[in-house]
């Protein structure tokens, strides 16, 4: 299913605060994302009534299956392509910034003919 790469941004940055073992709430995120309280709250609300994310009574926010497993092909794609990037010579923060653009536009075809390319190094 496809989504727009602004709720593949979110799925993936609740995904990488999650990993720290810590509840995620709306403020981390926003504070991670370095947007407004008001925009992440908007953001939350459409995609927990899309069933990417639920949030519970004490304002916990956790993926959903189909979220999860958005957020981690995102996340796979991001440090991937950041990684390769680098490998090429390209200094990090921009590898980091292209990799964010990336991850969203190509399609599953052309991401698993540069993992192929790339392994064959």
Same mark, same amino acid.
């Given at each position: 299913?496809?989504?727009?790469?602004?709720?593949?941004?979110?799925?993936?940055?609740?995904?990488?605060?999650?990993?720290?073992?810590?509840?995620?709430?709306?403020?981390?995120?926003?504070?991670?994302?370095?947007?407004?309280?008001?925009?992440?709250?908007?953001?939350?609300?459409?995609?927990?009534?899309?069933?990417?994310?639920?949030?519970?009574?004490?304002? @916990?926010?956790?993926?959903? $299956?189909?979220?999860? =497993? !958005?957020?981690?092909?995102?996340? /796979? %794609?991001?440090?991937?392509?950041?990684?390769?990037?680098?490998?090429?010579?390209?200094?990090?923060?921009?590898?980091?910034?292209?990799?964010?653009?990336?991850? @969203?536009?190509?399609?599953? $075809?052309?991401?698993? =003919? !540069?993992?192929?390319?790339?392994? /064959? %190094?």
């Amino acid at each position: 299913m496809k989504i727009a790469e602004s709720a593949e941004n979110y799925l993936e940055t609740i995904l990488v605060l999650s990993m720290s073992g810590a509840s995620v709430h709306a403020v981390d995120i926003a504070a991670e994302l370095e947007f407004s309280k008001p925009s992440v709250s908007v953001a939350m609300k459409n995609l927990r009534l899309g069933g990417y994310i639920s949030i519970d009574e004490d304002s @916990h926010i956790t993926l959903t $299956e189909t979220g999860r =497993a !958005i957020a981690e092909q995102m996340y /796979e %794609r991001h440090t991937f392509l950041a990684d390769w990037l680098r490998s090429l010579g390209v200094p990090k923060n921009t590898a980091v910034r292209d990799a964010c653009r990336m991850e @969203h536009v190509l399609s599953a $075809e052309s991401f698993q =003919a !540069i993992k192929r390319a790339a392994g /064959e %190094r």
